[in-house]
């Protein structure tokens, strides 16, 4: 049965944005929830973790790279960044094992059929990879071998935290942005598809949250508040 879809994704354990997001879905009458990925990797995982594992209702998710790398405790010898490394670590060490386990399970894509949308492919970064960027100034022939194989008209995504709705040849690509780290944005952004695809930010108490963020003791927690309270122009 089609159905209407709220899409988050990139919570990144900003539960301040995350709570602000979820009422604001509660209003809308969603048939489900779908996080893109990007869950636990910031200020405050296991509490964001928790929310999440206890929605009510339908909610799908799919794996993004930092779900992987926390969940498999990815360090500095697999090749990422000493300071990336270090909060993988801090996140992992703070999620329960059912949490962790939580995470390593997920899927790396779901497909669902949107009312007036038909079937959309939900993924972290492309459908080729959790760590491909599309940006909605992505050259489409860059795009286009991360989309072979797929039979889906619309692909759903996050990775890049800044929104866009576009096409890429005869393929709809709609990134939802960043719930919890997002740039170009001051507030918590997200999606709502069918029968069409609205863009959606949900303004939150940001400077709250820097506080809260600032206490968390999570490594570079200043620089998670400072990106909150200064949204820089470009995405990760
Ligand atoms: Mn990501």
């Given at each position: 049965?089609?159905?209407?879809?709220?899409?988050?994704?990139?919570?990144?354990?900003?539960?301040?944005?995350?709570?602000?997001?979820?009422?604001?879905?509660?209003?809308?009458?969603?048939?489900?929830?779908?996080?893109?990925?990007?869950?636990?990797?910031?200020?405050?995982?296991?509490?964001?973790?928790?929310?999440?594992?206890?929605?009510?209702?339908?909610?799908?998710?799919?794996?993004?790279?930092?779900d992987r790398e926390v969940g498999e405790r990815h360090g500095a010898d697999q090749g990422l960044p000493?300071?990336?490394?270090?909060?993988?670590?801090?996140?992992?060490?703070?999620?329960?094992?059912?949490?962790?386990?939580?995470?390593?399970?997920?899927?790396?894509?779901?497909?669902?059929?949107?009312?007036?949308?038909?079937?959309?492919?939900?993924?972290?970064g492309s459908p080729r990879s959790d760590t491909d960027p599309i940006r909605r100034e992505t050259p489409?022939?860059?795009?286009?071998?991360?989309?072979?194989?797929?039979?889906?008209?619309?692909?759903?995504?996050?990775?890049?935290?800044?929104?866009?709705?576009?096409?890429?040849?005869?393929?709809?690509?709609?990134?939802?942005?960043?719930?919890?780290?997002?740039?170009?944005?001051?507030?918590?952004?997200?999606?709502?598809?069918?029968?069409?695809?609205?863009?959606?930010?949900?303004?939150?108490?940001?400077?709250?949250?820097?506080?809260?963020?600032?206490?968390?003791?999570?490594?570079?927690?200043?620089?998670?508040?400072?990106?909150?309270?200064?949204?820089?122009?470009?995405?990760?």
């Open positions: 049965m089609a159905m209407r879809v709220a899409v988050i994704s990139d919570i990144h354990a900003n539960l301040p944005a995350l709570d602000a997001v979820l009422a604001d879905i509660d209003q809308c009458n969603a048939d489900a929830i779908v996080v893109c990925g990007d869950l636990a990797w910031g200020p405050e995982p296991a509490a964001t973790m928790d929310r999440l594992m206890n929605l009510p209702g339908p909610v799908y998710f799919v794996k993004g790279n930092a000493e300071w990336i490394a270090e909060i993988n670590e801090w996140c992992a060490a703070q999620l329960s094992a059912a949490q962790r386990e939580f995470l390593n399970r997920l899927p790396r894509s779901v497909t669902l059929t949107v009312e007036g949308m038909g079937d959309v492919l939900f993924v972290h489409d022939e860059i795009i286009w071998p991360m989309l072979a194989g797929i039979s889906q008209k619309t692909i759903a995504c996050g990775h890049t935290h800044i929104q866009f709705d576009r096409m890429v040849g005869e393929t709809r690509i709609i990134n939802v942005g960043s719930v919890g780290l997002p740039s170009a944005a001051r507030g918590a952004c997200w999606a709502l598809l069918g029968p069409d695809a609205a863009l959606k930010e949900t303004s939150y108490d940001y400077h709250a949250a820097a506080d809260q963020i600032r206490r968390s003791g999570c490594p570079g927690a200043n620089d998670f508040a400072d990106h909150i309270l200064h949204p820089p122009d470009e995405g990760p």
